[in-house]
């Protein structure tokens, strides 16, 4: 084997032009999924200590600039297959800049801030030189990552500059910076979109949207059982360990639903509008998770004869009906499933409006009323397709 053909050695290939290119997820990339493990959960902490509109708001930003320093490094490690040395360096370097942003999380609205926003800014200014390591190599898509390298490059100074205004300025030019980087992908006759060669593996993004799913879901798990140690599980009454149960089977049945319906599949074309449908899709979905992982923490504080807490409520509660109105939409970009001819439209309208109304409903009854409530919206929407699907499939056995 020729030594420009090792895959230490071998320079960035546009993946129409490798011929021996798989789909599956590559370790680094696994690798660097591992810091937001960690980033997800500081999120979740941060919101669950800042159960307000103002720390909602920095939760959602915080969340969404960590969702884009892993999303846009996926769809560069979908349009390109690169593994070699170099990759791995800036890889690594890419790792340390989310380490930095995770660990400015608790004080994101004081004293971190600065920390954060430098480290989003070094995050884009290494994906502009992956974009410019692929334009040496990949004549043919020299005009898109020379676009790529040069947005990146203008916005991570920009995003560099944020740390060095003061609150509220700062966050206000930081959004907006995030506003302009996302248009740039969604305006017609402007965005990277209008290139043929901006095109993922398709198989690929599915993969790493489950995956990441996957973490998200998992830190409800996470949260669930550390708060219960914390508690101490031999503190605790029988009622709060059957609402810890309660919390457990509702983060594995949201996984459930996510899989069933839409994980790991293709999106249905290529089209622009779709491909931004799936990528936002995706986006609002796991915000949402994060969301119901934080509500159901405070299964574990509470018996059944209490009210449950208002501020968990109204995120897990609207958590859920974003969850399902986002996997309602994704039914509709992706390729078709025998399952979401059974998971239609009635379905995920009841448990929208399900969950919100369970929302003013707790302030008012025990939490095993509302938890019975919010588990209804929940557990439809796999327990009503399943038997419209029994009911089809035992009439018909061939």
């Not at 690594?92 to 004080?107: E, L, Q, W, Y």
């Not at 302009?180 to 290139?195: D, E, G, H, N, W």
């Amino acid at each position: 084997m020729a030594l420009k053909d090792h895959p230490m050695w071998r320079k960035p290939r546009h993946h129409h032009d490798n011929g021996q290119m798989h789909h599956h997820v590559h370790w680094t990339d696994l690798f660097y999924d591992l810091i937001h493990v960690v980033t997800v959960f500081l999120l979740g902490n941060f919101l669950s200590d800042h159960l307000d509109l103002q720390g909602f708001m920095v939760f959602v930003g915080a969340f969404i600039a960590l969702w884009y320093a892993w999303g846009e490094l996926s769809i560069f490690n979908s349009i390109y297959v690169s593994t070699d040395i170099w990759h791995r360096i800036i890889m690594s370097m890419m790792i340390c800049t989310v380490m930095f942003m995770a660990a400015a999380i608790p004080a994101i609205d004081g004293k971190g801030w600065a920390y954060f926003a430098i480290g989003f800014a070094a995050n884009r200014a290494l994906i502009a030189a992956l974009y410019f390591r692929a334009r040496r190599t990949n004549a043919s898509s020299h005009s898109m990552c020379s676009e790529q390298a040069r947005n990146f490059s203008v916005f991570s100074f920009i995003f560099a500059g944020s740390a060095l205004l003061p609150a509220p300025y700062a966050y206000w030019v930081f959004a907006a910076a995030m506003v302009a980087t996302q248009a740039l992908y969604m305006i017609p006759k402007i965005s990277v979109l209008r290139f043929d060669r901006f095109v993922p593996r398709s198989e690929h993004m599915a993969e790493r949207f489950a995956l990441l799913t996957l973490i998200v879901l998992g830190e409800g798990f996470f949260k669930l059982v550390v708060t219960l140690s914390a508690e101490g599980i031999y503190k605790v009454q029988p009622d709060v360990l059957v609402n810890f149960v309660f919390g457990g089977v509702s983060m594995f049945v949201m996984c459930w639903i996510y899989f069933d319906f839409v994980g790991n599949a293709k999106v249905k074309d290529s089209r622009p509008s779709t491909l931004v449908k799936w990528w936002l899709a995706h986006l609002v979905l796991m915000l949402c998770g994060v969301m119901v992982g934080v509500a159901l923490a405070a299964e574990v504080k509470i018996g059944f004869w209490e009210p449950y807490p208002l501020g968990y409520a109204a995120v897990g509660c609207f958590g859920l009906a974003g969850y399902i109105a986002m996997l309602w939409t994704l039914q509709h970009v992706v390729e078709h499933r025998v399952a979401s001819d059974f998971g239609r439209w009635d379905v995920r309208l009841f448990g929208i409006l399900l969950a919100i109304g369970c929302f003013y409903i707790v302030p008012h009854v025990p939490s095993i009323v509302g938890n019975l409530i919010w588990g209804i919206a929940l557990f439809s929407q796999i327990v009503w397709p399943l038997m419209r699907g029994w009911m089809t499939f035992r009439k018909d056995p061939d």
